[in-house]
């Protein structure tokens, strides 16, 4: 029987959706965060359930080649990046892997993944950036904590998030701005926020704050300025609820726009605070591509796009379809949209605002129906509602993207059980230094 608190000698057989390594002590399953598969490591037992449990690093025995030393100082104690002890070779592969064991668990068969293509340098990706502030300080979560790990660079993001976002607290910190405490629901400051249109080098600062009050205000703004003076767009946004959900409803314009212009492409995409907007510009091209060759549009097709965000999918395919209808709950985001199509001079877009179980059940009623649909649904996937409307409308393809192989692989086996067959799936690597992975699934009616 595996004890809590004792140490072992572990052979790392597998590894985690996490990246976490897996040991089997005489049966017993334990995952081992920073463990490598193909390694022999001493681990002390921090947790023992009755089926599995988990254990503490605490020498490598025998290192695996797929091993690096991370860049980031603090890696491990930070909850941003968890892959970082692999090199960049051994994370493709531990995604595909990922990916390909997932489905296959749900459909009994291992699905073709093509390839999965990742990045020339895999860092410095991210165009958006949520900094939490507390205790006077500014970082980012520990892993499934809200313990502050305070870090002097990220890898991850963009250069200029990291350092406007470290002068920016500064200036608030030293214009009396105090820290909100969870506990108390008291302070004004709680999120820094950073976008970065990286093609249009525009950039906009969203500062969260409990309340509407900002003492200060016009000195803080003025700072910022002249710290900044190309700074597009200084946002604060309201957000004095209760609640682990970073932005609230509301948002004040302080300076300059109230949204960036950023170009996939050859579209510009107008993004406002509230709107999603995929985090890693260079690998969302190559995402639209690959969706844009598995749909193979002549320029007759009907198109729905679903959770469509601010359109650029409706968009990058306008112009080989005859008409795309793109659905958004986002009331701001769909306002982005039809503004998008508007600058890009696409007039076969339509946008409608709503849950897309409600939306997608009402075109289909109304007798709009579509040739092929794409799907890009948060990490909880797709209803069971918009589940069944696709497979009533039974469109010739479905090219269904994810950022969550779980719920994938859930969606997908409701999908292909009678509609659908699975054809193809391509991977592209957006989240460098991190197990999320993006799926793109080419599924054919049956």
Same mark, same amino acid.
């Given at each position: ?18 990246? !976490?390594?897996?040991? &089997? ?18 681990? /002390?037992?921090?947790?023992?359930? &009755? ?10 025995? #025998?290192?695996?080649?797929?091993? !690096? ?25 531990? /995604? ?89 629901? &008291? ?30 205000? !016009? ?34 314009? $302080? ?31 190559? $995402? ?8 193979? $549009?002549?320029?007759? #097709? ?39 199509? #508007? ?48 497979? #009533? ?18 969606? $997908?086996?409701?999908?292909? &059980?009678?509609?659908? !067959? ?25």
């Amino acid at each position: 029987m595996v004890e809590k608190n004792q140490d072992y000698e572990v052979d790392i057989v597998d590894m985690g959706v996490e990246g !976490e390594g897996i040991a &089997k002590i005489d049966g017993y399953t334990t995952f081992v965060k920073g463990a490598i598969k193909g390694e022999k490591v001493k681990i /002390k037992i921090i947790k023992a359930n &009755k089926d599995f449990g988990y254990g503490k690093l605490l020498e490598i025995k #025998e290192e695996s080649n797929a091993r !690096e030393e991370p860049i980031c100082p603090v890696f491990g104690k930070c909850g941003g990046c968890n892959l970082q002890h692999l090199n960049y070779e051994a994370q493709l592969l531990h /995604k595909v892997n990922t990916v390909s064991t997932t489905i296959k668990k749900q459909l009994g068969y291992e699905p073709l993944i093509s390839e999965i293509i990742g990045m020339g340098i895999p860092y410095n990706y991210r165009n958006k950036a949520q900094y939490p502030v507390g205790d006077g300080k500014i970082g980012f979560y520990s892993d499934r904590t809200h313990h502050l790990v305070e870090n002097e660079t990220c890898y991850i993001q963009n250069t200029l998030s990291d350092r406007l976002s470290k002068k920016v607290f500064k200036i608030l910190k030293d214009n009396g701005i105090t820290c909100y405490d969870e506990k108390t629901g &008291k302070g004004t400051l709680r999120h820094i926020i950073t976008r970065v249109a990286v093609n249009t080098n525009q950039f906009m600062l969203i500062i969260v704050t409990n309340g509407k009050q900002l003492k200060n205000k !016009e000195k803080i703004i003025n700072e910022i300025i002249q710290n900044y003076p190309t700074i597009t767009s200084i946002i604060q946004n309201i957000n004095d609820k209760n609640t682990n959900i970073i932005l609230g409803e509301k948002c004040i314009t $302080l300076y300059g726009e109230d949204f960036i212009i950023d170009k996939l492409g050859d579209y510009k995409f107008k993004i406002s605070p509230l709107s999603f907007y995929q985090v890693n510009p260079v690998q969302t091209e190559v $995402l639209y591509n690959i969706a844009k060759e598995f749909a193979g $549009l002549t320029g007759q #097709e009907t198109i729905f796009d679903l959770y469509c965000g601010i359109g650029t999918i409706s968009i990058f395919m306008a112009d080989k379809c005859k008409k795309t209808y793109g659905v958004e709950v986002v009331q701001q985001a769909i306002e982005n949209a039809k503004e998008n199509a #508007e600058m890009n001079e696409v007039r076969n877009a339509e946008f409608l605002v709503g849950e897309v179980e409600e939306i997608v059940p009402k075109l289909y009623k109304d007798g709009i129906t579509a040739d092929i649909i794409f799907v890009d649904p948060p990490r909880k996937g797709c209803d069971d509602v918009t589940l069944k409307t696709i497979m #009533e409308i039974k469109p010739e393809k479905l090219i269904y993207i994810s950022c969550n192989p779980a719920t994938l692989a859930r969606d $997908l086996k409701i999908l292909t &059980k009678d509609c659908f !067959e699975l054809k193809e799936i391509k991977l592209v690597d957006m989240f460098c230094q991190t197990s999320h992975v993006e799926s793109v699934c080419l599924l054919c009616r049956k």
